[in-house]
T-cell receptor, first 116, second 114 residues
Framework: DGGITQSPKYLFRKEGQNVTLSCEQN?????MYWYRQDPGQGLRLIYY???????QKGDIAEGYSVSREKKESFPLTVTSAQKNPTAFYLC???????????????FGPGTRLTVL | AQSVTQLGSHVSVSEGALVLLRCNYS??????LFWYVQYPNQGLQLLLK??????LVKGINGFEAEFKKSETSFHLTKPSAHMSDAAEYFC????????????FGTGTRLTIIP
């Protein structure tokens, strides 16, 4: 059963702590993405990776870090430098074939992070 | 730079009535446009997409959208609303061809009145 899994579903963090959100896919997709969702603001891109061991900053990368050591995994670390980390975080993945006009993104179920 | 505007953060319709959710886009190149649906505390599911083929696009659950270049619009419609349509809907745009960065609108929450 192919798909994208995110864990945990709910996460609580104390101020000043780093926390890592997991994203795993078994779709054999090349590209992976992290989005942040806040009420009334839609989704904003944090980081994305089109190939293992390479990633690029999105629109709101400050206070976040990622790694891409394996094709199927793209963990996101929310650091203490992120001023307002409470949000819903969504991971997505897609194939990466430039010969196709568009490579659809598939989304995971999300992780809701709350800073106490 | 690409952008999306969704008019109306909340829309309420009666069960059986027409659903119309508005989306206008801005893009420097011919765009690829999408509608996603999100149920509470879940990820996003693709409803339909426009990728420069037919301008009238049919999606899942009876939804469709029409790409109108002259109006820079991609409004989502469904002839008859069902209670299960209650969710948040997002319009998104990308330039495609290796640039899969999606730019999302702020979303429209659809409420169905029994």
């Amino acid at each position: 059963d192919g798909g994208i899994t995110q864990s945990p579903k709910y996460l609580f963090r104390k101020e000043g702590q780093n926390v890592t959100l997991s994203c795993e896919q078994n779709l054999n997709h090349d590209a992976m993405y992290w989005y942040r969702q806040d009420p009334g603001q839609g989704l904003r891109l944090i980081y994305y990776s089109q190939i293992v061991n390479d990633f690029q900053k999105g629109d709101i990368a400050e206070g976040y870090s990622v790694s891409r050591e394996k094709k199927e995994s793209f963990p996101l670390t929310v650091t203490s430098a992120q001023k307002n980390p409470t949000a819903f975080y969504l991971c997505a993945s897609s194939i990466d074939r430039p010969s196709i006009s568009y490579n659809e993104q598939f989304f995971g179920p999300g992780t809701r992070l709350t800073v106490l | 730079a690409q952008s999306v505007t969704q008019l109306g953060s909340h829309v309420s319709v009666s069960e059986g009535a027409l659903v119309l959710l508005r989306c206008n886009y801005s893009s420097s190149v011919p765009p690829y446009l999408f509608w996603y649906v999100q149920y509470p505390n879940q990820g996003l599911q693709l409803l339909l997409k426009y990728t420069s083929a037919a301008t009238l696009v049919k999606g899942i659950n009876g939804f469709e959208a029409e790409f109108k270049k002259s109006e820079t619009s991609f409004h989502l419609t469904k002839p008859s609303a069902h209670m299960s349509d209650a969710a948040e809907y997002f319009c998104a745009v990308t330039e495609g061809f290796g640039n899969e960065k999606l730019t999302f609108g702020t979303g429209t929450r659809l409420t169905i009145i029994p």
